[in-house]
């Protein structure tokens, strides 16, 4: 199993920045695509950014030039700076890895979709 935990959400003015960490941990083999998605009131969850283990990066338009995904692959963490940050950014957050990771109950290395539980990034006009 892997665990993901983000954090870095908080209330912040339009046009500042934030910077959020999700940190995987647990019986890792391997760490394939990492993302961020967030979900505002009253919509469906929607892709933010996501980069592959091999650095390469995809972010939704709305966030193009203002936000950037990172990975230390040491670390297993995934970042997010977000910067000019605008009302329609609030949300929560959700990080998410596709992980490879060794499962008792089958004796084998499993490949599973993983998220973390968010963090709320509030941006007030």
């Known amino acids: 199993q892997v665990q993901l935990v983000e954090s870095g959400g908080g209330l912040v003015q339009a046009g500042g920045s934030l910077r959020l960490s999700c940190v995987a941990s647990g019986n890792i083999f391997s760490i394939n695509a990492m993302g961020w998605y967030r979900q505002a009131p009253g919509k469906q969850r929607e892709v933010v950014a996501t980069i592959t283990s091999g650095g390469q990066t995809n972010y939704t338009e709305s966030v193009k030039g203002r936000f950037t995904i990172s990975r230390d692959n040491a670390k297993n963490t995934v970042f997010l700076q977000m910067n000019s940050l605008k009302p329609e950014d609030t949300a929560v957050y959700y990080c998410?890895?596709?992980?490879?990771?060794?499962?008792?109950?089958?004796?084998?290395?499993?490949?599973?979709?993983?998220w973390g539980k968010g963090t709320l990034v509030t941006v007030s006009s």
């Open positions: 998410n890895a596709d992980a490879s990771s060794w499962d008792d109950s089958v004796g084998a290395f499993v490949d599973m979709d993983y």
